[in-house]
């Protein structure tokens, strides 16, 4: 914990330097270093040990199946990767000023935001940048995938935008391990205590091939990702899960439980 308190003070100190520079009209060089060296900082604070298959695809639309706040450290740490969060999550106390200083995108719900964050997000896939998006919209326990929402699958349809499954996993046995999945009604700082206790955590961050470039409907570029991603995860693609049955605002699965958005088409 002091470790971990000891991290994120050195988050508020790089993010301040970051604000500065971006106020003088010069945003730091060193930006994209530091974003991936706190972020594993933080994975090694909690004790997360991951494994990583296969390669990060530079520039790349990352769309990763979604499980727990844990992902986006564990992501943030492979690579100079932004990331596409609810509007919410930029009014949490300092969080969300860092996040926002690190380069998270924000999406209110309802606010007709699809059409011009489609674009921001091309640009900087284009000019090599990474992106990840959570199509789930909400997370789940990790023992399967609810359905991908397909409206910011036309991203992909843009030229030069590659898309990337990326496959995420907690846990070390047959059965993905209980602790990491932050769903229901889920506290932040009780699922990191929880976490503390827990000790070493095995994450298995997988890295798919880049998805067909000549698919264009953004449906089938949808179900084609949630396949590949379900394949490396050892579930059935056509597995329905009881979020899936009840609708991501049900009291298993709310919405303001992850730092996503549900995006419905």
Partial sequence: MFRLIATLITGLALALA??????????????????RWWHARV????GLHIEVVGALHPGALLVVNHVSWLDIPVLGAQGGIDFLSKAEIRG????GWMAAIGGTLFIARGANQTARLTEIIGERVRAGRSVAIFPEGTTSDGTSL?????????IGQQPGVVIQPVALRYGADPEPDPVAPFVGDDNLLAHLARLLRHGPLSVR???????????TDRRQLAERARTAIASALGLPASQASRAQAIGPHSPATPASASPSVVLAE
């Fill in 18 to 35: 970051m604000a500065i520079g971006e106020q003088l009209g010069r945003r730091p060089r060193w930006t994209p270093r530091a974003i």
């Fill in 43 to 46: 994975c090694r604070d909690l």
């Fill in 92 to 95: 949490w106390p300092l969080v």
């Fill in 146 to 154: 609810l359905r991908f929402h397909p409206r910011l699958f036309a």
């Fill in 205 to 215: 961050v997988e890295f798919l091939p880049p998805m067909d470039p000549s698919l």
